[in-house]
T-cell receptor, first 113, second 115 residues
Framework: ETGVTQSPTHLIKTRGQQVTLRCSSQ?????VSWYQQALGQGPQFIFQ???????GRGNFPPRFSGLQFPNYSSELNVNALELDDSALYLC????????????FGEGSRLTVL | AQSVTQLDSQVPVFEEAPVELRCNYS??????LFWYVQYPNQGLQLLLK??????LVESINGFEAEFNKSQTSFHLRKPSVHISDTAEYFC?????????????FGTGTRLLVSP
């Protein structure tokens, strides 16, 4: 069984640029959530996708957007990057309904200069 | 809305000693509670969870946590820690009205186990 995989693992961008992060959910999981973990902080919920639609959003501006594809994989897009966007971005998948467990990938570490 | 407080940012302990990592939460609705562990350069892994039923929940590697509704706490304990338990531990809560997906995490407690 393949777990949650994310790419790229590390990347560096400059202020004002745009970035796309990718996530392949665990086999059989149809719900994907994205979290932002700043250095020294706990993860913060960005949004969740189910059946290719956003199904819940945290306190993040519209320049954070996402997609879910028919195979349940997902993308997180961030436009007009700011220095404070530097963080570890975590993708988590789970089956709809589920048992209360989120399965996290190892994350994409974004550095904005 | 929910919030989680982990008062201890770092807990140093000697190997084979007991440890308690504290977690308090606030919520206007009934909650589900979780402890996740993060090893260096890895994602988060579920350690244990409280959904309903018995207020004492246990993990396969000797950790346990007790849901105390009156004190709004979900402290994590282990009677004897190992070097391999060194990691960051996150307490998390989700409201029963929002389901399991939208977790609110605390700021984490770094457990440092030394010989």
């Amino acid at each position: 069984e393949t777990g949650v995989t994310q790419s790229p693992t590390h990347l560096i961008k400059t202020r004002g640029q745009q970035v796309t992060l990718r996530c392949s959910s665990q086999s059989g999981h149809n719900t994907v959530s994205w979290y932002q973990q700043a250095l020294g902080q706990g993860p913060q919920f960005i949004f969740q996708y189910y059946r290719e639609e956003e199904n819940g959003r945290g306190n993040f501006p519209p320049r954070f957007s996402g997609l879910q594809f028919p195979n349940y994989s997902s993308e997180l897009n961030v436009n007009a990057l700011e220095l404070d966007d530097s963080a570890l971005y975590l993708c988590a998948s789970s089956p709809r309904g589920g048992t209360g467990e989120l399965f996290f990938g190892e994350g994409s570490r974004l550095t904005v200069l | 809305a929910q919030s989680v407080t982990q008062l201890d940012s770092q807990v140093p302990v000697f190997e084979e000693a007991p440890v308690e990592l504290r977690c308090n939460y606030s919520s206007s609705v009934s909650v589900y509670l979780f402890w996740y562990v993060q090893y260096p350069n890895q994602g988060l892994q579920l350690l244990l969870k409280y959904l309903s039923g018995s207020t004492l929940v246990e993990s396969i590697n000797g950790f346990e946590a007790e849901f105390n509704k009156s004190q709004t706490s979900f402290h994590l304990r282990k009677p004897s820690v190992h070097i391999s338990d060194t990691a960051e531990y996150f307490c998390a809560v989700s409201g029963m009205n929002t389901g399991f997906q939208k977790l609110v995490f605390g700021t984490g407690t770094r457990l440092l186990v030394s010989p």
